[in-house]
């Protein structure tokens, strides 16, 4: 089965991000593409969805499965094909934009080409939905599709981690289990002890383990997640001093509660309570 759609590349495209062609295959046994060095100038993701196949990358041929995916930078040589035995379900995308390849290059997603994916639902979802887009209104609406787009964009960026061989998908979901409970107690006391004894690990690993996962250490995450509560409680209590609402989020010093939120938000305390109250 065959499912695709090929839109248009706007030369000047005003995009932050736009789908060049989209589609899902499923049971094709010849299945095979092989492209030159220089030849795509897109982005392209090939997630598998079900099955197996094969992506060759520096002339090393490396297995994909379901919840695996391949993505490759413009006008990089590509050569991937399916199991003959055992077909697989690939969805596929490639997209492009502007300032597209700085921000990708900025997150690092240059550094892998095979990944896996912690949680696969979203990513299917978002991408059966800019699929039905194109389908369905092709390029009538640019500005849902681009939408799309990004949403699909974002939802590998946050759920994608190399495939390397060298950690299951186990090891990071002991990381994502203890989230709640981290978010939950974040305006607590961060003991680093006690949390990689909670995850199993000693805290070297549970360190390395959280960054793989997260893409920031245990005490940024925390820091954000303070930082978060600390500006909902600045609306919903107007009356409460600051100081008090940084002690309480986890903060004893106001001077430096104060350093942190102008930090992350480009304004102070008080005057992201005056902008939104």
């Known amino acids: ?53 094969y992506v060759e990358l520096d002339g090393k041929k490396y297995e994909l499965k379901a919840g695996e995916a391949v993505l490759y930078f413009p006008f990089q040589e590509q050569i991937y094909y399916t199991s003959e035995t055992d077909p697989w379900d690939i969805r596929w995308i490639h997209f492009y934009g502007r300032g597209l390849l700085e921000y990708m290059t900025e997150l690092g997603m ?41 949403a699909l964009i974002m939802e590998f960026i946050s759920e994608a981690e190399p495939l390397t061989g060298t950690r299951s998908l186990k090891t990071g979901e002991r990381i ?37 996962t997260m893409r920031m250490t245990p005490m940024d995450y925390i820091t954000r997640t303070r930082l978060q509560i600390a500006k909902q409680w600045l609306l ?28 992350h938000e480009g304004l102070t305390p008080s005057q992201y309570r005056k902008l939104f109250s």
């Open 110 to 150: 240059h550094k892998h080409a095979l990944w896996q994916l912690r949680a696969t639902g979203p990513w299917e979802q978002a991408h059966i939905a800019l699929l039905e887009e194109a389908e369905r209104n092709n390029m009538l609406n640019m500005n849902k599709i681009s939408t799309l787009t990004y």
């Open 176 to 212: 994502i289990e203890l989230l709640p409970l981290m978010t939950e107690q974040a305006c607590q006391p961060f003991i680093l002890e006690e949390w990689a004894e909670r995850a199993g690990v000693s805290t070297y690993y549970f360190c390395k383990l959280f960054r793989q």
């Open 1 to 53: 089965m065959q499912r695709q759609s090929h839109l248009l590349t706007l030369a000047d495209n005003p995009y932050f991000c736009m789908t060049e062609s989209i589609g899902i295959y499923q049971n094709i046994t010849n299945h095979a593409v092989r492209r030159e060095k220089g030849t795509l100038g897109n982005f392209n993701i090939h997630y598998v969805a079900g099955g197996r196949g």
């Open 236 to 263: 919903e209590r107007p009356d409460e001093n600051i100081g008090v609402i940084a002690e309480e989020a986890g903060y004893p010093s106001t001077s430096y509660f104060n350093r942190k939120f102008l930090e």
